[in-house]
């Protein structure tokens, strides 16, 4: 962006200034707050050397030798200091108001109507001490001043008063003449620019019987006594808004019935508005640095304001507000046309010169004094267990930090293979040592195995940056070969009717006394191609499982789970597949630590099929185990159940009976033991994994009248447990024709 100068303001022998005698008010927030533009960024590398500030001070007043700053002494009282551009601190007793003077003179009083001048360009020189009750009327205030020229509000009849300008040692004291007509109540010195000063003014209207109050706003050439001039007479002032005045523009706040306004009238310009965020909040006017207006709300001394100070370019049309410091309690205005601001920027507490650049429409900010202190949030110590075991259902993981001060913590943990995440509040008391525990869970499912990171933020609730730290942590658990999106927890497929296939994923543990599903996922459709549907556990080593499928043509195909739930394109196995009337995989029936299948032709023989770890060939060619297989309308494998050094099979005959089949480790099985009947109830038997977590596999039951979970004992007489009841498929037990 270029670098703009008006012919006025090259013209102007006295460089273009803005003097803020009183702001108040309450935060405004801007609509619409653009990024602070780079010039403003980094011009704070500018800085020459930075004087030590107390914390506690407030700026008052700037000349070329030094500056004014107001703060509470050890007993509470108000304590003015003449800050020198060598270091060195001047005390300035017996007073307690100090005055924006946009010089080296010092105007100070007690709050009565004494008030002091010195030149601090002389400190020979006694202080010239006035009595403005004397030297005009009792009740004579100051209300402004510009330099050595002091503006004296004058009680006249009528409660009404006059404008006088005052030079303590004499050589001008005169009553400012008034245009316009009406009474004037009061009067406000808000800025100054050259010779010019702008003055709030309170004017009385009769009319008849009633009359009015209206405030406007209204210039005075100080130096050459030419009348009070009305600058704006528009009823609609925010008085307590303040204004600046420069030599090219002039600036005012006005309520509106849309909410109040900064209105900046330009040289030969339409005037520029710059609109507020509320009717009922105030903007007050800070300054006008070149072409750069400043405005904000000032808080509480100290750095402690919660409030930014905003700047906006008078010059474009379509500039929007950007924050040029982050907090401000006060302002002051030296004699070269820079305003000096007590706040923060960049996390670091101290006073800052805003000045009009040479690079752009953007202030050059430039800390020249600092209270040492950087309100930033930093992470002292983070405590991250580096592997999170989560077998055990119910295992809560602790997360630690200690930041440097308060402030609301926060961390977010992301599981970095499929980019699920979950976001840990820190405790409300916002401590220096933020502790977050962790479940296990995200979306509401238990949370996925493999690499996460960790993202840390501490928020300080007013003023300061955030912290921020990172890092990355393993969740482990045992594989599950019935778990489709490696979290470790059961997953169970169904399809229904119009063979869309779907994943129900089980929480690790109970809910309420009931083992649950946590979330269902739809797989797709066309799976009623298939005649058999199988999980297979996992045929080639990878800890998720797999699926094996048999279609209506005799194909077997398997689909090698991905880890996240779905599956890889299908693989064609091979043909003649549709000898067989039943099949099930997934137990390891030879012991050698890979998942088996068995198939029942339809003459009754049940067939080996041992499992390779092979994705060409994921089987071996087939051994025969016996005949007499017909007698049973349901085979599953369910792992090893019954404690023995390989896989078992449960059979389910005609009548209902329930039978184990306990491997021998051979790929064959000991003789048949009768686990009990009525099991015709159930459609499905599906072969779970471990489901209950405690080391053995269990057994899911599907049918009309529910879904049940027995539960492995590990004896071959009798093993299962009285079945437990489920929330699973609860109103579903006729919805689908296939779970495995």
């Known amino acids: 962006m270029k670098h703009r100068i008006s012919g006025r303001r090259l013209a102007a022998a006295v460089l273009t200034l803005s003097t803020v005698t009183a702001v108040t008010g309450t935060l405004v927030t801007v609509p619409a707050v653009a990024a602070v533009p780079a010039a403003a960024a980094t011009a704070g590398a500018e800085a020459a050397d930075v004087a030590p500030l107390p914390v506690d ?109 005052y030079t303590p040692d004499g050589e001008r004291t005169r009553k400012v003449q008034l245009s316009g007509y009406g009474n004037h109540v009061s009067f406000k010195v808000v800025a100054s620019a050259g010779n010019e000063a702008l003055v709030l003014v309170t004017t009385r209207y009769d009319s008849g019987a009633t009359f009015r109050n209206q405030d406007s706003l209204a210039r005075v050439d100080f130096v050459h006594g030419t009348p009070l001039k009305h600058e704006r007479d528009t009823g609609k002032l925010v008085t307590d808004a303040s204004g600046a005045l420069t030599h090219d523009y002039t600036a005012r706040v006005e309520a509106r019935t849309e909410g109040n306004r900064v209105i900046v009238d330009r040289a030969g310009k339409l005037p520029k508005e710059i609109r507020l965020d509320s009717f009922t909040q105030k903007a007050v006017i800070v300054g006008i640095v070149g072409d750069v207006l400043l405005y904000g709300v000032p808080g509480e001394a100290a750095g402690h304001s919660i409030n930014p100070l905003y700047a906006v370019d008078l010059f474009a049309s379509d500039a929007q507000p950007y924050e040029l410091l982050e907090r401000f309690s006060s302002v002051a ?54 592997t ?17 001060r308060s402030a609301f913590a926060m961390v977010t943990l992301t599981h970095v293979a499929t980019g699920k995440k979950i976001t840990l509040p820190g405790p409300d008391d916002r401590s220096t040592n933020p502790v977050m525990e962790w479940d296990g869970k995200i979306a509401g499912a238990d949370a996925p195995n ?18 921020r730290a990172s890092g990355t942590f393993q969740v482990t658990r045992q594989a599950n070969p019935h778990d489709y999106n490696d979290n470790g927890s059961t997953d169970l497929l169904a399809r229904d009717s119009s063979g869309m296939l779907w994943r129900d994923d089980l929480f690790d543990g109970p809910v309420d006394g009931q083992y649950k599903s946590a979330d269902r996922t739809a797989i797709g459709g066309g799976w009623q191609t298939y005649k058999h549907i199988e999980a297979a556990g996992n045929i080639v080593g990878a800890p998720n499982g797999d699926l094996v499928a048999v279609d209506n043509a005799g194909s077997l195909y398997y689909y090698l789970g991905k880890g996240d739930g779905s599956f890889e394109r299908r693989v064609r196995v091979g043909g003649g597949w549709q000898i067989y009337r039943q099949i099930t995989a997934g137990s390891d029936l030879d012991g050698d630590g890979r998942a088996d299948l068995v198939a029942a032709d339809t003459s009754g023989v049940l067939w080996f099929y ?32 019954a404690g023995s050094a390989a896989g078992d099979l449960v059979a389910r005959g005609t009548d209902g009976v329930l039978w184990l089949y306990q491997g021998n480790g051979r790929g064959n099985f000991t003789a048949r033991v009768r686990i009990g009947g009525g099991w015709n109830t159930y459609t499905q038997l599906v072969g779970a994994g471990d489901v209950t977590n405690d080391g053995r596999p269990d057994l899911i039951a599907y049918g009309a009248g529910g879904t049940y979970l027995y539960r492995s004992t590990g004896s071959v007489t009798a093993p299962f447990e009285r079945r437990l009841t489920t929330g699973l498929y609860a109103g579903e037990g006729t919805t689908f024709n296939s779970v495995v």
């Open 450 to 467: 493999g690499a996460y990171t960790w993202h840390f933020v501490a928020i300080p609730g007013g003023i300061g940056s955030a912290a």
């Open 57 to 165: 001070a407030d700026i008052v007043s700037v000349g070329d030798t030094g500056y004014l700053t107001s703060r509470e002494d050890a007993e509470g009282r108000t304590a003015l200091e003449w800050r020198k551009t060598d270091g060195s601190v001047e005390p300035v007793s017996g007073a307690t108001v100090g005055h924006d003077t946009t010089s080296d003179f010092v105007v100070t009083s007690e709050g009565g109507s004494t008030i002091t001048v010195r030149d601090m360009t002389a400190p020979a020189v006694p202080p010239l001490t006035v009595d403005l009750a004397t030297e005009f009327a009792a009740g004579a205030e100051l209300v402004g001043v510009v330099g050595r020229n002091l503006f004296v509000q004058v009680p006249r009849a009528g409660n009404f008063h006059d404008l006088w300008l």
């Open 610 to 641: 041992k499992g390779t770890g092979d994705t060409a060939q994921p089987y071996a060619k087939r051994v025969r185990v016996g005949g007499g297989w017909q007698q049973y309308n349901r085979l599953t494998a369910v792992g090893d159940i």
């Open 388 to 404: 999170v075991d989560l077998q055990q259902p119910g295992t809560s993981v602790r997360f630690e930090w200690t930041i440097s």
């Open 333 to 386: 205005h030296a004699p070269d046309g820079a305003v000096h601001v007590r706040g923060v920027k960049d996390d670091a507490d101290g006073l800052y010169r805003l000045f009009d650049g040479v690079q752009g429409s953007v202030p050059v900010v430039t800390e020249i004094a600092s209270t040492g202190r950087d309100f930033a949030v930093t992470v002292v110590d983070s405590k991250v267990p580096a």
